[in-house]
Structures are given as structure tokens and as C-alpha cells.
């Protein structure tokens, strides 16, 4: 294989029997992630994600006594516009369950500063982004910062990060990080965009219940129309995405498949 020549796209589609076989997988997968990066670069950089599904991977992860958590370096996609003691804020929730617990002391963790204005947040974020997080400078993610892994989820309106169907930042071309309004929810998130998003060596979006069911569905196998649901954008350009999914998300695509 010539090296110089960019891989193409790899999608897989995980599906596993409920949120406990979820959480599970995923924290195998995590962990792989991490140890191939660090054997790789010494360093493994991943973004977390908000939201209830991943939180008890969170606390798994918390759990695992093998992690060599001095070579780890979290940040975040996304994150509300409040302060990290609230209790909607990102970075608490994952500070609740597996940065306050024992033994977990990453090399670095930068938050996403939910309390400055959001602008000033979202810039500052890139400027750390771009300073922390090395980029390839291959033929395809250029001067991108390239995680080693982003963790995504998908609510039941297609939207990931805080990427909200019809809103300004999924048209975002140059900056990496932004502060998106959402008129849905009357409010405006930090988060990162489809460039950085994409640029990720391995993202694994995390999908439960029956609720996301329409949208795993409409995300994965209909029509392409990532302004109405931009979960459809993920795509990383040199990378490598997993969705992993349960059954109870997944059962309209299997529905489709048995016809
Ligand atoms: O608002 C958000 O929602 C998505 C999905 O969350 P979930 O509760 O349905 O798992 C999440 O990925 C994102 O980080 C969060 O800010």
C-alpha cells in the first residue's frame, strides 16, 4: 500500500444487547485506544462527551486499575454555557464520577470554561486545542489537531456534541471550536466542530435506548441531510468511527433488514 496515500474512511457499526454491554464494550474500547496511542506517542489526547450514556463508562473507567492515567490528557467536545460546579455542566458530571475518584490523576485536563462568555470560552478553547494537541500535517488533516479518540453521543433529534440540527456552527469550515446557538433550547453551547471532529484519528459515537431509535435509523441508513441531522457528519477523513449501539436503539434498523 502506498503510505503516502490517505486511508479511506472506515465506519463500523457496533450492536450489543443493552446500556450494561454498551457501557462495557466501550470501556474495552477506550482502553485499547489508549494503550495503542501511548505505546504509539507516549500520549493518549481524547475528548469526552456530555450526556447520561456515557456516564457509567466514565465510572467504569474510574475503576480500572491498570490505567496509566499520567499519560492520559482529557478534554471535552462540548460543554453547556454554565460553571462546573452546575449541575448541567460537562466537565462536572465526568468530575463527579471519575475525576474526584481515587487514583485518577490524568496529566492534564482542560475544561471548556462554561463560565466566561461564550465566544471568549470557545476561542480560548481553540487556542488550547491547537497548543496541546499535535496535528499530522498529512496531505488530508493538514494543520488539524488530531485526537486520539472522541467520544461522541447522539440525541434523539440527530443532534451530536452540541451540534443541534438547523444551527450556524455545523457550516463551521475553518474554526475548530465555537459557540453555537441552539434556539430548540434557547440557549448557546460550547463545541467542537465538524473540521476537529473529523480530523480524530477514532471516534466512537455511544447510542442507548429506544428513544434514539428514529434517529439511529435516519442518521445511519436514510436520506443524506446532515442540517436536519447532524449526526450524519461524522465522518472522519483519516480515521476510523465506531458507532456502538443497543439493541433497543438499533431495532428499527434491524426491522429494515429483515424486510
Ligand atoms: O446535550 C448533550 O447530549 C448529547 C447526547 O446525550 P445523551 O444524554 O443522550 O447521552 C451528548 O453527547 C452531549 O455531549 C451533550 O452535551
Redesign the pocket.
Known sequence: MDQSQPRPPQRTVEVVADRDALTYVACELVTAAANLAIGLRGVFTIAL??????RPLYAALARDPDIDWKRWRIFW????CVPPDHPDS?YGMVHQVLLSQPGVKPQLVMRMAGELEPEVAAANYEAIVRELVPAAYDQVTGDRPRFDLIL?????DG????LFPHTPALAEQERLVVANPVPALQTT?LTFTFPLINAARRILV?V??AD?AQALHDVLVGPHRPDALPAQAIHPVAGQVTWLVDEAAFHLIEEDMAE
Not at 462527551?49 to 456515557?54: C, E, F, L, Y
Not at 461522541?152 to 434523539?156: K, Q, R, T, V
Not at 443532534?159 to 452540541?162: Q, R, V
Open positions: 462527551a456530555g450526556g447520561s450514556t456515557p467536545s462540548d460543554e453547556r460537562n461522541l453521543g447522539m440525541g434523539a443532534h451530536t456534541a452540541s453551547r455511544l442507548s435506548g434514539k
